[in-house]
């Protein structure tokens, strides 16, 4: 992994050690295939093996590392069918999400999903994904919050390890970027506006780009993604 701040000494460990593992797998810094070495994971943050143990059990019961005892922990592959799943679980409780939010449009939640739009639009013009990615996740989060189900949204973040890591793969392809920016406008627009049939719709058609491309994307990365 790339260079890293040390942890933070007034925090339990194992939950910082899960947290900068998990975003290094998701972003792909650590991509599909790659070895776990807790010895070297403990030197890295200078802690014992016991918080980098807890740490890769977390991230094994969200499926993003696979532990074979006695040999090797390692980044797991994308599971499409994983991906699936939290596909339709997230689109499920968004689209009643948004619905909620468009009946009742609040001013101060436009003005703040506005603002994360521009910083969005700022990162995929410095072609920043990292930081595109971060506001993304950051829009959504704050729908969940705005309805009072923000701990819904700690659920689906734990289930979506598999279709972020595939969408984080098709980021890159030109135009995606512009893409995601107009969805989250048209769904932001019609929140304020008070049309929730219409936020309904934008959010669907925004949820379903990723895995309509799958088989593209699949062709491009074979050796990350499992049927």
Request: avoid cysteine; aromatic fraction near 4%; charged fraction near 25%.
């Amino acid at each position: 992994m790339n260079s890293r701040p040390r942890l933070d000494r007034d925090r339990q460990a194992a939950p910082q050690v899960f947290e900068r593992l998990r975003e290094a797998i998701i972003s792909l810094e650590l991509t599909p295939g790659t070895t776990l070495s807790r010895a070297e994971i403990a030197a890295r943050f200078g802690v014992s093996q016991t918080p980098v143990r807890d740490a890769l059990m977390r991230l094994d019961e969200e499926g993003l590392v696979e532990v074979f005892p006695q040999h090797a922990t390692v980044v797991s592959p994308i599971d499409l069918n994983l991906a699936q799943q939290a596909h339709f679980l997230r689109r499920s409780l968004e689209l009643e999400i948004v619905h909620a939010l468009a009946l009742d449009p609040q001013p101060p939640l436009v003005a703040k999903l506005k603002g994360i739009v521009a910083q969005q639009a700022a990162a995929a013009g410095a072609e920043d994904f990292e930081t595109f990615s971060a506001m993304d996740r950051l829009f959504h989060e704050t729908m969940y919050r705005a309805a009072g189900m923000h701990e819904l949204w700690q659920l689906v973040r734990s289930r979506s390890g598999h279709i972020d890591r595939l969408r984080r793969l098709h980021l890159p392809t030109p135009g995606k970027a512009q893409e995601i920016l107009g969805d989250h406008t048209l769904i932001l627009d019609a929140i304020a506006a008070g049309s929730p049939g219409d936020a309904q719709q934008h959010l669907r058609d925004h949820l379903s780009g990723t895995l309509a491309h799958v088989e593209e994307i699949r062709a491009r990365y074979p050796a990350f993604i499992r049927a």
